[in-house]
């Protein structure tokens, strides 16, 4: 690599982790702001958070709706066999 092609190497690092930083310093602004009661909203108060009582999926083998497993049931029925070999034509 010549000498231009490194710098140009590292002209593009330096540009893509300046974005890295500011897309982050961003994304910890919204978050910080989050965190502040808006006008409007629902009181936010201090005190522990409990998941002990968090929603469940509702389905009887623990995924989220619409996700199949190999338990799982399928409503439609098993297509054809998969063609073997070279096909025909």
Do not use: C, F
């Amino acid at each position: 690599m010549t000498l231009r092609n490194k710098l140009l190497v590292l002209l593009a690092t330096l540009v893509v982790l300046g974005g890295v930083a500011v897309a982050s310093l961003h994304a910890a602004d919204r978050a910080a702001e989050k965190d502040r009661p808006q006008a409007g909203g629902p009181a936010i108060g201090s005190g522990r958070v409990s998941l002990a009582a968090a929603p469940t999926a509702g389905s009887s083998s623990g995924t989220w709706p619409g996700v199949r497993t190999a338990t799982s049931w399928s409503p439609y029925p098993p297509g054809p066999p998969p063609v073997r070999g070279p096909r025909p034509g």
